[in-house]
């Protein structure tokens, strides 16, 4: 039963695409941007269409007077005609493009592209543009230039993408094209090579109501080797150990050195909870973006604190851990999680870019949450590893009383219909909490 299930919504996914690309590029743009009916793609420019029509005039005036004079002109302009179109072809023949792209983005901001372009043939290539082309109105692409390359000559085309949302994107492929050497066209070259990027969401500024570590948060047990203050044992010395460390007495009855061995600090633990179900009648997954940007302020407020945070989500988890370099890589990993979430009572849109068999998985568990809602079943969170005894943050929007979900709650948060903090409080313990 599931198993149809998926494939009648994977063939419901499908024929939405298809109305989505009619109604983006429509029928003849569509037409044109086939490979195998239009392997290079002409697009005439303002000067061309003059010197079409100042052709066009002389062919006609030729014809008609029988004048020498205007068949050597006529001759002349589709001479350089076709020159342009054959420098042009030159330029676009043996082209190797390389990505060298960041693994992520920020949405709402542009992020650069280097394209590393090698001109694999004997002549020089001129007036390079290169850069991802993307039919999502989402999504702003800028190519990027190379002026000249020679012979075997590898280049660089710096471009830009900006995601006005936060999700997994992807792109139709790479688009080189050249108006050399007269500007009268701009031919194009599709490489039909998507690829996929994951667009970041922004992280909030969010304060928290009371600050310090040792005042909140579950002790948690590192039982691990470290600099701390609870003695662990002895062990034999290696280089590198502090004199301090050093255990004379045992050394002198062992008759070699023997040094203290520390346990970690322990740390406090906290988790935050987010149910990103729907605040409101939209399907408009857009309208998770800002509370996913406060909930990442959230963790990121708590690593500042010396927390070791972990995230917890209807989609998933991100283990606790603590930003014991600095460099934020916990905050990016959890960043990462929340760029992938879609509204958890409502189907994924078709243009989400992920697999079929990834979105007829959501698209199928949404369902499964929907029909909970309504018949007033709590929510059941993924099971998190090494939670422990974690203070719980529950994440909700105020205009969703009507969800409930499974677990405890230590402090509430409190979430504005359009994703802004309302606010964050503590809570008695309770089991069943509403979300």
């Known amino acids: 039963m599931t198993q149809s299930r998926q494939q009648i919504l994977i063939a419901e996914r499908q024929r ?97 592209l280097r394209l590393e372009v090698l001109n694999a043939k004997n002549r020089a290539a001129l007036h390079i543009e290169a850069g991802e082309l993307s039919d999502n109105p989402a999504v702003l692409v800028r190519p990027g230039y190379v002026l000249h390359l020679a012979p075997h000559e590898r280049g660089q085309a710096f471009g830009a993408i900006k995601p006005l949302r936060r999700g997994p994107l992807a792109t139709v492929g790479l688009l080189v094209t050249t108006a050399y050497p007269f500007g009268f ?5 599709l490489y039909e090579t998507p690829v996929h990027l994951l667009a970041l969401t922004d992280v909030a500024d969010v304060q928290l109501p ?11 047990s590192s039982n691990r080797a470290g600099q701390g203050d609870a003695f662990r044992g002895l ?21 070699r050195l023997v040094a203290r061995e520390w346990e970690a600090d322990a740390s406090r633990v906290a988790v935050v909870r987010f149910a990103h179900v729907a605040p409101g009648p939209s ?36 283990p ?45 568990a949404c369902e ?34 009507d969800v409930q979900t499974h677990g405890r709650a230590d402090v509430r948060v409190t979430l504005a219909p359009d994703g802004t903090l309302l606010t964050i409080a503590r809570v008695a313990d309770f089991r069943v909490g509403a979300a």
């Open 16 to 112: 939405e695409l298809v109305v989505l690309a009619r109604k983006r590029l429509g029928f003849w743009r569509r037409m044109g941007r086939s490979n195998r009916l239009f392997p290079r793609k002409l697009v005439v420019t303002r000067e061309g269409k003059w010197i079409i029509g100042i052709t066009l005039l002389l062919g006609a005036a030729a014809v008609n007077t029988g004048n020498n004079l205007l068949y050597l002109l006529l001759s002349l302009a589709i001479s350089v005609i076709s020159i342009s179109g054959i420098l042009s072809e030159y330029c676009l023949r043996d082209l190797e493009l390389t990505r060298c792209y960041p693994a992520d983005v920020l949405a709402g901001q542009a992020t650069t």
């Open 185 to 189: 066209a701009r031919k194009s070259r």
């Open 210 to 220: 009371w600050r310090g570590a040792a005042q909140r948060g579950a002790q948690h």
């Open 235 to 255: 062990r034999d010395a290696r280089a590198g150990d502090a004199m301090r460390d050093i255990h004379w007495k045992v050394s002198a009855r062992r008759e």
């Open 283 to 318: 399907d408009d997954i857009a309208t998770l973006d800002q509370a996913c940007a406060t909930v990442a302020g959230l963790c990121a407020a708590l690593l500042r604190d010396g927390l070791t945070v972990g995230l917890q989500t209807l989609q998933g988890d991100v």
């Open 320 to 364: 606790p851990a603590m930003d014991a370099t600095g460099l934020g890589d916990v905050l990016q990993r959890m960043r990462q999680h929340l760029a992938h979430l879609v509204l958890a009572d409502r189907r994924p849109p078709a243009d989400w870019a992920v697999t079929d068999a990834e979105w007829a998985r959501l698209a199928l």
């Open 368 to 401: 499964t949450r929907a029909a909970q809602i309504v018949q007033n079943v709590p929510l059941s969170w993924p099971p998190l590893a090494d939670m422990g005894h974690a203070e719980v943050f529950l994440v909700s929007f105020q205009s969703r009383a």
